[in-house]
């Protein structure tokens, strides 16, 4: 089992910028990855999915044009580019392997601890 770490969480104002990371404990190059949010009372959010071995990407409508996955050099290395932030956005954003690659925004077979995110007004 895949072991995934995140990082780069923080707090900003709306309009600002983030970029999450997600360390894995294999090689994730071929892997299809995604992240999800999460707030209390709220249920789980697919945000953004990558098929590394298909080129594709997939993003909720929420985030579409605003947020970025990427699998940087690295080859265990995922990442969550995220600008123009929203207070809406504010959550635990964590990073996850997707049960169906075909439908990589909607449950997930592992996950991390998460990093918050929250934004201001």
């Known amino acids: 089992q895949v072991q995934l770490v995140e990082s780069g969480g923080g707090s900003v104002q709306a309009g600002g910028s983030l970029t999450l990371s997600c360390e894995a404990s294999e090689n994730i190059s071929r892997l299809c990855m995604a992240w999800f949010r999460q707030t209390p009372g709220k249920e789980r959010e697919g945000v953004a999915a990558?098929?590394?071995?298909?080129?594709?990407?997939y993003y909720a409508d929420f985030v579409k044009g605003r947020f970025t996955i990427s699998q940087e050099n690295a080859m265990n290395k995922l990442s969550l580019q995220m600008k123009n932030l929203k207070p809406d956005d504010t959550a635990m954003y964590y990073c996850?392997?997707?049960?169906?690659?075909?439908?990589?925004?909607?449950?997930?077979?592992?996950w991390g601890q998460g990093t918050q995110v929250t934004v201001s007004s």
């Open positions: 990558i098929d590394p071995v298909m080129s594709r990407t």
């Open positions: 996850a392997v997707p049960t169906l690659c075909l439908n990589p925004l909607s449950s997930y077979n592992y």
